[in-house]
């Protein structure tokens, strides 16, 4: 059985549209099987969208492991930085494409393992949800390519939950970067941000 963190999800497509409402602006998203949250956008990135601010840095954004493109097309529409997205699942990035184009927004979107095919440039800010069904060698892995990609005084956002986690990824941020916020907490998800 595959899952969203695969690169061909083997399930049968079905493609459909939902809508979001962001600050009073709707969004429109293609989604289908095989993909993370097909029939919504989910608590954890609603509440990571409504947690996090976009930095000063003059510095392109990050939307790591974009799913069908949420959070880069939401933050793409609220910035004039360059915004980039990368996904493992092909199918994914292929309804990111679709996406960016139906909210007419220009995202620069890569198809690919962690940030395998992502340009070796610097980010002020990396957003992620982390793939949490993957494993926490592979999430891990991402917290630390994330640190390794930002400038610094860049910072990485995520969300997650307390049962899924949070206490461990919080100690192995503190590690890595010289400061640790917890931006928001409901329902369980907490909203984390990590400076360079």
């Known amino acids: 059985m595959s899952h969203y963190y695969s690169k061909n999800p083997d399930v049968l497509s079905e493609p459909k549209e939902i809508k979001y409402n962001f600050n009073n602006k709707i969004f429109r998203f293609k989604t289908d099987h095989g993909v993370f949250s097909r029939d919504y956008v989910d608590f954890g990135t609603n509440l990571l969208?409504?947690?996090?601010?976009?930095?000063?840095?003059?510095?392109?954004?990050?939307?790591?492991?974009?799913?069908y493109g949420v959070v880069g097309i939401v933050i793409k529409s609220l910035t004039n930085k360059e915004v980039y997205a990368t996904d493992i699942n092909e199918r994914a990035v292929s309804l990111?494409?679709?996406?960016?184009?139906?909210?007419?927004?220009?995202?620069?979107?890569?198809?690919?393992?962690m940030f395998e095919n992502v340009p070796n440039i610097s980010f002020s800010q990396i957003i992620l949800n982390p793939p949490i069904r993957a494993g926490k060698e592979v999430v891990f892995n991402l917290y630390k390519e994330s640190y390794d990609y930002l400038i610094v005084n860049?910072?990485?956002?995520?969300?997650?939950?307390?049962?899924?986690?949070?206490?461990?990824?919080?100690?192995?941020?503190?590690?890595?970067?010289?400061?640790v916020n917890i931006l928001n907490k409901d329902k369980g998800y907490f909203i984390i941000q990590a400076i360079k």
């Open 49 to 67: 969208l409504k947690s996090i601010k976009i930095n000063e840095l003059n510095y392109p954004i990050l939307d790591l492991c974009c799913g």
């Open 96 to 113: 990111t494409k679709e996406n960016a184009k139906l909210n007419n927004v220009s995202l620069n979107i890569y198809s690919g393992d």
């Open 154 to 179: 860049g910072e990485l956002d995520i969300v997650i939950q307390k049962k899924q986690g949070k206490d461990s990824t919080l100690k192995y941020l503190k590690e890595l970067f010289k400061e």
